[in-house]
């Protein structure tokens, strides 16, 4: 059955590289017309390396991030990520692909209150929102010119996510945490760990 089987790499290809401009183009966007709106947060930007369910998925994740209002706990998150070598098991074989998304996501941070010195340089987030696929994953049967997708542009997916952070400094925090999305178009479930940082510009508040 593979040999009838041809995967459509979407890692070079110009359609993959118009999509990400375009993603990129839309971050710049939200991120100007969110900055009047919040200038007087502390606009975060962060880091992360994911390790997904899979052996061999990695990926990434680039955000910005701020509070709705000083002192809140509550705030918001966009981010683009990449994931590769996502697994799915089609007509006995296991087949492999890469993701690009945007995420849009609300925040809420929990800082506790402790005489511990190092209870008091962590902070507890939860993150839910919507993820948005970037990439158009398929593959063709060219024997029978049939087309199985596995995602498509535009897929509109759930996730959730809690990440512990640690204060390095009023401005850099360290964090580890894990990330589950309940279905991720035809690749079911998916779940990964990440480590990262998170560089805070701006006025600090609730610190």
Not at 182 to 200: I, L, N
């Amino acid at each position: 059955m593979t040999t009838y089987l041809k995967r459509i790499d979407t890692r070079m290809t110009l359609s993959t590289i118009k999509n990400l401009t375009a993603s990129l183009k839309a971050l710049c966007l939200f991120c100007a017309l969110s900055l009047p709106a919040f200038y007087s947060q502390a606009l975060e930007g962060n880091l992360q390396i994911h390790k997904g369910e899979e052996s061999g998925a990695i990926g990434y994740n680039l955000s910005l991030a701020d509070r709705f209002s000083p002192g809140s706990g509550f705030g918001w998150n966009v981010s683009y990520n990449h994931l590769s070598d996502l697994a799915v098991t089609w007509n006995n074989d296991d087949l492999f692909f890469d993701s690009n998304s945007v995420e849009l996501l609300a925040t809420y941070q929990h800082t506790p209150k402790s005489y511990n010195q190092f209870l008091n340089k962590l902070i507890f987030e939860f993150q839910a929102g919507a993820s948005v696929q970037l990439t158009e994953n398929k593959f063709v049967w060219e024997e029978l010119n049939e087309e199985k997708y596995f995602s498509e542009q535009g897929d509109v997916n759930g996730v959730l996510a809690f990440l512990t952070h640690y204060k390095v400094s009023r401005k850099m925090q360290m964090h580890v945490g894990v990330k589950y999305y309940p279905t991720f178009s035809e690749f079911d479930g998916q779940g990964t760990v990440f480590a990262g940082f998170t560089y805070r510009f701006g006025n600090q508040f609730g610190y």
